[in-house]
Structure formats: C-alpha cells, structure tokens
C-alpha cells in the first residue's frame, strides 16, 4: 500500500488522457474554449501504462481514466485493454459524458472496463444545452442506456450544481427511484478562474454566488419531492451504498431502485479520506485538485529510467496537502487537469 506524509492510503489514480471535449461546459471552459495542448506535449498511450504499471507497484489498484472527454482520443478501447492487462490493477473506470458511449460501451465493457461515471447535469433539453453550450440531451440519455445495456455496475451520474441555472435536481431523484443509478450532486468547485462576486455570466468563472452547499442541495430536494408526493429522502448507511473509490454520501426514496447522494468538497471537504493522485494528460502528477502543485513525470517518462518515475510518483505522495489551500480559483481548468 501506498501512503502520503499524512498516513492516509493512497490505492487510486485519475488518469487524463485528453484535454480535448467535444462539449463546452460552463463550469469546466469559457465560451471560446480553451487551447489545446500540441500532441507531443500530450503523453502517449505506451507513456501513461508505463506510468501506471510502475504507480501500480507503488500500492494504486484503481485507475480511472478521463479527460477532456476520453472517448474523443482514437484507440481508447485498445488502451484499456493494455491497462487491464497489468498485474495487481484491481479495476478500471471512466468518467464520461455519454455522447460517444453508444458507440463504445460494448467495446470497453469486453476491453475490461468495470464502470462508468456520467457526466449529466441537466434532464430539461434547454438547460443542458445551456450548460453544454450546444450538447443534445438526447446523445447522453442514449448514452446512459448504452451504459445500462451492455451492464456496467454501478453507472453513475454526476451533476454539478450552478445555483443561478435552475437545475431540476428533483427530476435526477425520481430517475434514482426507477433505474438502478446512483446520482451525485457534486457542489460547483472553484477549479480555475475563481471571483469572489460578479456577474452571473457562466464564462467558466467560478463565483461564490453560484455555490450551492450539500446540505441546501439535499434540502431543496426533500422539499422538491415532498410537493410532488414523494419522499422522504432516507440516508444510506456507509457500506451500504453503491461500490466505489468516492466520498458521496448516499440517500434513496422508499422503495428506489437507486440513490442520489452529495460531493461536498467545499463545505465539508473530505481530505482526511483522501485516496488519489492525478496525472493529467501532459504528464503532470497532481497530488491535490485545488493546489496548484505538480510532479513533472512527462520528462522522465521519456528521458529517465523506471527508478526515476517511481521517484515522482514519491515525491507526489510526500507533497499531498493535509488539507486544501485557503484560496479559491487555480490556474489550470478542469478540462486541462482531468475531470
């Protein structure tokens, strides 16, 4: 096992494979969109399974692959394929936002992948376009069934909640109540350009203004359902809950098939149960999601011998903050790190 400066077991890697989406959403970009990394600064397939075979004897048993969106980088089944492949990797996932998942979940289910996290944050057409700036709703709910289909287990929805954009949260719950899903409420988190007050204009600037706390989000919910008869929410015991590397906190409707639950990063953040580091798809080691601290594996990767990566992969495990940084905003996006 592997453990940072701090004692906590560090068993999981998000891997980035891609800074590049086929969506521009508001939380993660701004309207122009961001500029992408040149192909050879961004690592190679053979680079990020050296780095994950190497961090797998470091104590990591579960990979998580994302981007950008994943599924736009050609060969992503093939990848999957060699990572399953590596002795002692317990599981691999993918964080996705579904458009191409019709296309690809029957591949990377028989490739080996266990699981799908989708990005969702809307079930009203006209607010996830909005969100999305220009996404069809319907390419992620075919998507989410494709996922279905061919079995992951769990699939799960993520949803980011932007106070000022009027989400039907209530709408996610009664879909937990009639598929096997587990959807997160994850709070807007201010990963990149961060202001403390302005303008509602969802140019890819985080504001305090649109933060939503886990405990109104499931407030608000109860209230939803109660006026639509339904309810009350029942909080789910941990261990009970859908199998994952995550830190939700899970409640269900009487009788539901699914759950809905809360990722409250900025209220009532959870590094103490912290178990990750990133790589992002320029080959950085980030030890923490709101520091802007990172290990440069990219260099060494391509110039430097296994005992070297394996140092950075140390030296990113001694450099995990106890807990986040008292500022808000950082200075890459989410897209450029790896949702």
């Given at each position: 096992?592997?453990?940072?400066s701090?004692?906590r077991t560090?068993?999981y890697?998000?891997?980035?494979?891609?800074?590049?989406?086929?969506l521009?959403c508001?939380?993660?970009?701004?309207?122009?969109?961001?500029?992408?990394?040149s192909?050879?600064d961004?690592?190679?397939?053979?680079?990020i399974?050296?780095?994950?075979?190497?961090?797998?004897?470091h104590?990591?048993?579960?990979?998580?692959?994302?981007?950008g969106?994943?599924?736009?980088?050609k060969?992503?089944?093939d990848?999957?394929?060699r990572l399953?492949?590596?002795?002692?990797?317990?599981?691999?996932?993918?964080?996705?936002?579904?458009?191409?998942?019709?296309?690809?979940a029957?591949?990377?289910?028989d490739?080996?992948?266990s699981?799908?996290?989708i990005?969702?944050?809307?079930l009203?057409?006209?607010?996830?376009?909005k969100?999305?700036r220009?996404?069809?709703?319907?390419?992620?709910?075919?998507g989410l069934?494709?996922?279905?289909?061919?079995?992951?287990?769990?699939?799960?929805?993520?949803?980011?909640?932007?106070?000022?954009?009027?989400?039907?949260?209530?709408?996610?719950?009664?879909l937990?109540?009639?598929?096997?899903?587990?959807?997160?409420?994850?709070?807007?988190?201010?990963?990149?350009?961060?202001v403390?007050?302005g303008?509602r204009?969802?140019q890819g600037?985080?504001?305090e203004?649109d933060?939503?706390?886990?405990?109104e989000?499931?407030?608000?919910?109860?209230?939803?359902?109660?006026?639509q008869?339904?309810?009350p929410?029942?909080?789910?015991?941990?261990?009970?809950?859908?199998?994952?590397?995550?830190?939700?906190?899970y409640?269900?409707?009487p009788?539901a098939?699914?759950?809905v639950?809360?990722?409250s990063?900025?209220?009532r953040?959870?590094?103490?149960?912290?178990?990750r580091l990133?790589?992002?798809?320029?080959?950085?080691?980030?030890?923490?999601?709101f520091?802007?601290?990172?290990?440069?594996?990219?260099?060494v990767?391509?110039e430097?011998?296994d005992?070297?990566v394996?140092?950075?992969?140390?030296?990113?495990?001694?450099?995990?903050?106890?807990?986040?940084?008292?500022?808000?905003?950082t200075?890459?996006?989410?897209?450029?790190?790896?949702?």
């Amino acid at each position: 096992m592997a453990h940072d400066s701090h004692g906590r077991t560090i068993d999981y890697l998000r891997i980035s494979v891609t800074d590049r989406c086929n969506l521009r959403c508001v939380y993660c970009m701004p309207p122009e969109g961001v500029e992408w990394k040149s192909w050879e600064d961004i690592l190679t397939f053979e680079e990020i399974e050296r780095f994950a075979s190497i961090a797998v004897k470091h104590g990591i048993g579960k990979i998580r692959l994302t981007g950008g969106e994943p599924l736009v980088r050609k060969g992503l089944v093939d990848h999957v394929r060699r990572l399953k492949a590596i002795t002692g990797l317990e599981s691999i996932a993918l964080t996705t936002n579904a458009i191409l998942l019709p296309k690809y979940a029957e591949q990377l289910r028989d490739a080996g992948l266990s699981r799908v996290n989708i990005s969702l944050d809307s079930l009203d057409a006209d607010v996830y376009e909005k969100m999305t700036r220009g996404g069809r709703l319907q390419d992620a709910l075919d998507g989410l069934d494709a996922a279905l289909a061919v079995g992951f287990k769990p699939v799960k929805l993520n949803v980011v909640v932007v106070r000022s954009l009027e989400q039907d949260l209530a709408a996610f719950a009664k879909l937990a109540n009639e598929r096997p899903i587990h959807v997160r409420f994850i709070e807007y988190m201010p990963v990149g350009e961060a202001v403390a007050v302005g303008a509602r204009g969802h140019q890819g600037a985080w504001t305090e203004a649109d933060h939503m706390p886990a405990d109104e989000i499931i407030e608000g919910l109860d209230r939803a359902l109660a006026a639509q008869g339904l309810g009350p929410l029942e909080a789910v015991h941990k261990g009970d809950g859908p199998e994952g590397w995550g830190p939700a906190r899970y409640f269900t409707l009487p009788g539901a098939v699914g759950t809905v639950g809360v990722i409250s990063p900025l209220s009532r953040h959870f590094c103490g149960e912290c178990n990750r580091l990133r790589l992002t798809a320029d080959g950085r080691v980030r030890p923490c999601l709101f520091s802007d601290t990172e290990f440069d594996a990219r260099n060494v990767l391509r110039e430097g011998t296994d005992q070297e990566v394996s140092e950075v992969i140390l030296a990113a495990l001694a450099g995990k903050p106890e807990a986040p940084e008292q500022r808000r905003g950082t200075t890459r996006r989410m897209s450029q790190i790896g949702g």
